[in-house]
């Protein structure tokens, strides 16, 4: 006879000694069969389930930001015909990079490749709003921009589901749904940075040039590179040269090419070179934490980066880095008020680097890096 | 008129795979209770057992619950933007709603107190974190 302590556990709890203890039995058998065998394939499914509904948000998303921007086209441009045919055109835009092969002048042929993508794009944006001023120009292109990065990170995304779920290869869904996340981040960050360029409002990158306007405000200026403009101003008893993009339209300029500028004037006579720009914060740092450090803090495809080291190199000119901590969502979205304050500890940290490195008569460099929109000088 | 403000926003689909598996989940563990009360009714208590369904009843209902259509956020929120106004002569300073053409250092008039130039000294959203209470929070 079998113990009660020896019955086993399953008997417990699905009685054998009637019908429905029995059926439960077999479903049971039944799952763990199915599992067994199916398991991978089933796992395979809710991932692709998860995926599709992300890209259904981010299909969503892209059609918005289409519809953003034909309507702020529209209304700002005042196109005598219906500008969205051309913006479907132009959200098929692809750039094509210089070859790597032979590396040597690749960054003066990446150069070329930006600027004419960003004639391009005004040409564009021109005729397509005819009654835009420039600072609407820059703006509606930054708006086109932002829209055009929400369709490309779409049909990546889409290529990569569809390649997924046509061979059944668990490692490409797999690798998607993982960085999926923060895709869809960057995407809720440009969803954003449409909302902040059609309303021309000052973003969180824009944090260096609100600091370099916030020591040019009142001062001469004049331009010294492309869409960049300089002032000279007294600082601590040494001559500062401050740059930044020109704004309030959307602009990032050329301030390599404006430091280049200045340092070649001056014949090398430059003591210090301070680049401020925003820096994306870690995960558990506080946005709007200011950090000190050497080097070009300039973002972007490098080719500004490229210019300063080479001439700051040259002429062997130190170049400090103060950066403002900023989580990618706050980037490119309208300005928090802990980035604006930040802007002012900046500017006391420039003080106390040129105080400690520099000498009373020295002249220094002061280049404000990032998008301008919304800041004027 | 820009389409900001009219959020498209189609409920979430649910998935019927998950949603077979969560409703087959909650009818073996209402099967699994009922045995258990007619094992009782007969005179034998399976605390395990009771314990167990229960326990998938709960977890069953909370999946259902958790799979109701909720709204698909989009993001393009609509943020409350602040302008600061200031004088550049006396300590005057205003605050108000963004309005579009403002800009930072934009000269926006006159002083009402000392006829000074009035601009714009900052541009700014506020966002308020939400803290959530956790037993698992960390002091990291």
């Known amino acids: 006879m079998v113990s009660e302590a020896s019955r086993p556990i399953a008997q417990g709890l699905l009685p054998e000694d009637n019908v429905i203890g029995w059926i439960l039995q077999l479903i049971w058998i039944a799952f763990f069969f199915i599992f067994m065998f199916y398991g991978q394939r089933i796992q395979m499914r809710i991932m692709l389930k998860e995926i599709e509904g992300s890209l259904l948000r981010l299909k969503l998303m892209r059609d918005k930001g289409r519809e953003i921007a034909i309507s702020t086209i529209k209304e700002i441009g005042k196109p005598k015909e219906d500008p969205a045919p051309r913006i479907d055109r132009f959200l098929e835009h692809v750039d094509i990079g210089p070859v790597s092969l032979d590396p040597v002048g690749i960054i003066r042929r990446l150069e070329h490749i930006i600027d004419v993508r960003e004639l391009r794009f005004k040409d564009e944006v021109r005729i397509m709003a005819p009654e835009a001023d420039e600072t609407q120009m820059n703006n509606l292109t930054n708006v086109l921009e932002a829209a055009l990065a929400l369709n490309q990170i779409y049909k990546s995304i889409r290529h990569y589901y569809l390649m997924g779920k046509k061979t059944l290869s668990i490692y490409i869904i797999m690798q998607l749904q993982m960085i999926l996340p923060l895709v869809m981040k960057e995407c809720e960050a440009f969803a954003n940075a449409l909302r902040a360029f059609t309303l021309g409002q000052p973003i969180g990158d824009g944090v260096g040039a609100l600091v370099a306007a916030k020591l040019m405000h009142g001062r001469k200026k004049r331009r010294i590179a492309k869409d960049i403009v300089m002032s000279e101003v007294p600082i601590e008893g040494r001559t500062a040269y401050v740059i930044k993009a020109e704004g309030p339209g959307g602009n990032v300029g050329k301030p390599g090419e404006a430091v280049r500028r200045i340092l070649e004037e001056k014949n090398g006579k430059i003591s210090l070179v301070i680049l401020i720009d925003a820096a994306q914060k870690l995960e558990g740092e506080r946005v709007g934490e200011v950090a000190e450090g050497i080097g070009v803090a300039i973002g972007g495809p490098g080719v500004e980066k490229y210019k300063v080291e080479e001439i700051a190199a040259k002429y062997k000119v130190p170049v400090s880095a103060i950066l403002v901590k900023e989580d990618i969502g706050d980037v490119v979205s309208t300005m928090r008020k802990e980035i604006f304050d930040a802007a002012e500890v900046a500017v006391e940290r420039i003080k106390g680097i040129i105080r400690e490195k520099t000498r009373e008569g020295d002249a220094v460099i002061i280049a404000g890096i990032g998008n301008t929109m919304g800041i004027g000088q | ?140």
Request: charged share 20%; glycine share 4%.
């Open chain 2, 1 to 140: 008129m820009i389409i900001l403000s009219v959020e498209v926003v189609p409920p979430k689909r649910i998935p019927i795979l998950l949603m077979i598996l969560v409703f087959i989940m909650l009818v073996l563990s209402v099967a699994a209770v009922y045995q258990a009360i007619e094992a009782y009714r007969n005179g034998s208590l399976d605390l395990a057992s009771i314990i167990l369904s229960i326990s998938a009843i709960v977890l069953s209902s909370y999946m259902i619950i958790q799979m109701r259509s909720k709204p698909i956020k989009l993001g393009f929120e609509m943020y409350d933007v602040s302008t600061t106004i200031q004088c550049d002569r006396c300590n005057y300073e205003t605050t108000r709603k963004f309005e579009r053409g403002d800009y930072i250092f934009k000269e926006v008039g006159s002083c009402p107190k000392c006829k000074g130039n009035l601009f714009i000294s900052s541009i700014y959203r506020e966002v308020k974190e939400k803290k959530r209470k956790s037993f698992f929070a960390s002091s990291i």
